[in-house]
C-alpha cells in the first residue's frame, strides 16, 4: 500500500466514473490504496445524496468495484491517539480538520506511507499548520495530493475532452472542477490543465510544505 484516499475522493470519483483512474494517477494501481474501513458505509451514502444526472446506482457499483481491490486500513489505538491530538489541536487553531481526514493524516505519518489523495482542501491547510505545532506531523510534507492534482494528470495523461465529459455530466458533484471545465460553455476549448494549475497553486500559497509537488 502506497497510497491513502479519502472519502471525498471515493465519492466524486465515483460520480463521474473516474474513481480508479483519478486514485491510479497517484498510487498506480488500485491495489496499492488504502481506505478507512468506515469509506464502505460512508461513502455509499455520500453518493445517494449527491443530485446525480444518472442512476446513482451506477456510482455505487463503481465505487464498489473499486473497494474490492483496496486495502482496507484501520487506525491502532496510538494512531487513533495521534488523530485525537490533531483534532483537538486543529480545533484550537480554529482550523477545519474531520475525524477521516485526521485518522489518514495518523496512519501515513505513523506507518510513513509515501502518499495521501485528498478532496478537503481545509484538511490541506490544516495540516500545513499542524506542522509547525506537532513534531511528529512533519512526515507529512511533500506527501498530500489534491483532487485537482490527480485531476491534471488525469487529462495530461488521457486527453481534455474524455475527462471534460466525465466531469460536466454531473456538473454538481464539485463546483471548482465545473468551472475549470468550463462546463457552462459546452462550445468553449477551455484551458482546464491551466486552470486547474491555478488552483492548485492556490493552494499550494497556503499549504506549501504538505502539498505534493
Do not use: W
Not at 483496496?70 to 487506525?75: A, Q
Not at 457552462?184 to 499549504?207: E, G, H, T
Request: glycine share 4%.
Amino acid at each position: 500500500m502506497n497510497t491513502l484516499v479519502d472519502n471525498d475522493v471515493l465519492v466524486k470519483g465515483a460520480c463521474y466514473g473516474v474513481l480508479a483512474e483519478l486514485a491510479t494517477s497517484v498510487s498506480g494501481i488500485a491495489s496499492r490504496c488504502g481506505v478507512l474501513g468506515a469509506a464502505r458505509f460512508v461513502a455509499p451514502s455520500a453518493i445517494r445524496r449527491q443530485h446525480l444526472q444518472r442512476d446513482a446506482s451506477i456510482a455505487r457499483e463503481l465505487l464498489q468495484a473499486f473497494l474490492d481491490q483496496t486495502v482496507v486500513v484501520e487506525p491502532t489505538e496510538d494512531e487513533q491517539q495521534l488523530a485525537a491530538e490533531l483534532e483537538s489541536t486543529a480545533q484550537a487553531l480554529a482550523l477545519n480538520l474531520d475525524a477521516g481526514e485526521s485518522q489518514l493524516a495518523a496512519i501515513l505519518v505513523t506507518r510513513t506511507i509515501a502518499s495521501m489523495l485528498t478532496g478537503d482542501k481545509r484538511a490541506i491547510v490544516a495540516m500545513e499548520q499542524l506542522l509547525q505545532t506537532i513534531p511528529q506531523v512533519q512526515v507529512l510534507a511533500g506527501r498530500v495530493h489534491c483532487l485537482e492534482q490527480a485531476v491534471r494528470r488525469l487529462v495530461q495523461a488521457t486527453d481534455v475532452a474524455t475527462i471534460r465529459h466525465a466531469i460536466c455530466a454531473e456538473p454538481r458533484v464539485d463546483k471548482a472542477l465545473t468551472i475549470c471545465f468550463s462546463c457552462a460553455s459546452p462550445d468553449s476549448q477551455p484551458a482546464v490543465v491551466a486552470a486547474l494549475s491555478s488552483y492548485i497553486d492556490d493552494l499550494r500559497a497556503a499549504a506549501p510544505h504538505v502539498l505534493a509537488v
